[in-house]
């Protein structure tokens, strides 16, 4: 199959790029490496993959490189991921997150691409879980507490308004709090990353508040199979990817400290404000639709990311 991978050197895209190669698909990479890292492609570029540099807010180049490519699928992670420059800043956010989106559907119907698989959030689209029963479904009410959560909700609203109008075929993939293998601990990164290389530079966590607050964790390769999953279904609309489980901030020093062995006693700042307290995501739908589960538990996903720094 013949692919483009927006935001392809990222965290995320760059494992979903080496996945496509190692089942034999051709790979375009579009990433302008503002946060995505060319050393993430390294094994990828040498393996075939072809990478361009371009920002998914120019719509023309994007029209011609997508036209002249003319991928089946197009896999669309390239967005503003920063959720604390989202709100300082929401018109950049929603330049990159809806209009970029906008220029890639645009672009896909322009070279009748025939899927378009859309990562989108989970974690930051329905809000705040505490006080509603968890998990939460797709037919949560949509109350983000942040631009870049209003953000991927409006592109969602994109891709449907693509397939009523010109028949298009997508798929938006709600995810839960991803972590693994490449994502950056000195970047905007989640919680485990950041942990991570504290870890391992000696040097103990800081947690906000009080370390009570949950998030539903999911292990990259977990994501990367849904990916593949979406773009071989007719699936559409929204799907939530996630564990269902909670874990806590707390849970998470005490596992890796565990699997460090040593002290990772963490340090206590206060809480930030607006941040979610409690949230995890029901995937029976992606199970149902997709086919797909979490195969990688938290403390063997852990592991794995300490593993690999």
């Not at 998914?56 to 490189?65: H, K, P, Q, S, T």
Request: glycine letters at 14%; charged letters at 20%.
């Amino acid at each position: 199959m013949n692919c483009l991978v927006t935001g392809g050197a990222g965290f995320i895209g760059s494992n979903l790029v080496d996945a496509l190669l190692a089942r034999g698909d051709e790979v375009t990479v579009l990433d302008d490496l503002s946060t995505g890292r060319r050393v993430n492609l390294d094994g990828a570029l040498a393996a075939g993959a072809e990478l361009v540099e371009l920002d998914i807010r120019d719509g023309a180049a994007l029209a011609a490189l997508v036209l002249e490519h003319r991928p089946e699928t197009i896999f669309h992670l390239a967005a503003q991921i920063d959720v604390r420059k989202s709100l300082e800043d929401p018109a950049f956010d929603a330049a990159v997150n809806v209009g970029g989106t906008a220029n890639v559907l645009e672009a896909a119907r322009g070279a009748d691409a025939g899927r378009v698989v859309f990562v989108s959030t989970g974690g930051a689209i329905y809000g705040e879980g505490e006080g509603q029963q968890l998990p939460l479904d797709e037919s949560t009410a949509i109350a983000p507490l942040s631009a870049y959560g209003q953000s991927k909700f409006a592109a969602e609203g994109y891709l449907a308004l693509y397939e009523r109008l010109y028949g298009l075929s997508t798929i938006a993939l709600r995810l839960g709090n991803v972590y693994g293998p490449r994502q950056d601990p000195l970047g905007e990164a989640g919680v485990i990353a950041i942990f991570c290389g504290l870890l391992r530079a000696g040097k103990q966590p800081t947690i906000f508040g009080d370390g009570s607050q949950t998030r539903d964790y999911l292990y990259v390769g977990d994501v990367v199979a849904a990916a593949l999953a979406a773009a071989g279904s007719q699936a559409g609309g929204a799907v939530n990817l996630g564990t269902g489980r909670e874990a806590s901030v707390l849970e998470l020093a005490e596992i890796l400290g565990r699997l460090g062995g040593t002290d990772f006693e963490p340090e206590f700042a206060p809480a930030r404000a607006g941040e979610v307290q409690r949230i995890s995501l029901d995937a029976g739908r992606a199970e149902a639709e997709l086919g797909w589960r979490p195969s990688t538990g938290l403390e063997d996903g852990l592991r794995l990311t300490l593993d690999s720094i």
